[in-house]
């Protein structure tokens, strides 16, 4: 009986023991760190907080610092390339020019074309956004066919151009669709232009016709438009 108390005496003290050491020596579950709740003003206009263990500010992102570059507008003003992707500033809206929007996709058009012998027919244009690669196959120049695809390079944006004509009663349709990648989305806008033969009319009207249709900007309408899309 002797021996058995003292066996238990021993087992208790060494079980004590190794609890005293555990709860001193073992694993310690590091206390919560809280941190101040104020935020840093960066220089892009975000805020960074607080980061535990040290409670430091977060860095700030870097800036972009984009080329020193203008374009002059259609209404005379300039605008510059801004971050994040230094493209060029939207040109302000010109009188004309009306705003749609389907709730994903908000775009700003011209209403009507500054052209006479130019008219919209399938208009304002369908804006088409997909994801995937941006490619362009042209069609070979000395082709004839009446759908012919080239690639275009507006203001730094590479296009991707497709025109289909069909001829009707004194006038040619042309339905064109123009491609840009952006933001890493395919984007594409399509329409439908009338072009009435300028040989339907006669002198200085028939003169009139070809030199507008020879200087007409339609790359420059569509890449404004692109420019005022915004993804919502």
């Not at 709740?37 to 430091?56: H, I, M, N, T, W």
């Not at 060029?88 to 705003?99: H, N």
Request: glycine share 6%.
């Amino acid at each position: 009986m002797y021996k058995f108390l003292v066996v238990l005496i021993a087992i208790l003290i060494l079980s004590a023991g190794g609890l005293f050491l555990w709860q001193t020596f073992g694993e310690q579950t590091p206390e919560p760190v809280f941190c101040a709740a104020d935020a840093k003003l960066c220089f892009d206009g975000s805020y960074v907080s607080r980061v535990a263990p040290s409670c430091e500010f977060s860095p700030c992102p870097e800036p972009v610092v984009c080329t020193l570059e203008a374009k002059i507008c259609p209404d005379g003003s300039s605008v510059g390339r801004v971050p994040p992707n230094c493209e060029f500033e939207a040109c302000p809206l010109s009188p004309g020019w009306k705003t749609s929007s389907d709730g994903v996709i908000e775009f700003s058009y011209p209403e009507k074309l500054t052209a006479e012998y130019i008219d919209t027919h399938e208009w304002p244009p369908k804006v088409m956004m997909a994801t995937g690669v941006f490619s362009c196959a042209e069609t070979p120049a000395e082709s004839s066919l009446p759908r012919r695809v080239v690639r275009r390079i507006v203001d730094d944006r590479v296009y991707c151009v497709t025109a289909e004509t069909e001829a009707a009663a004194g006038s040619a349709y042309t339905t064109y669709t123009y491609t840009t990648a952006r933001e890493g989305d395919i984007i594409s806008l399509n329409f439908v232009l009338r072009y009435p033969q300028c040989l339907n009319y006669d002198d200085p009207k028939q003169s009139e016709c070809a030199a507008e249709r020879e200087a007409f900007d339609l790359d420059g309408v569509i890449d404004r438009i692109m420019g005022t899309i915004v993804i919502e």
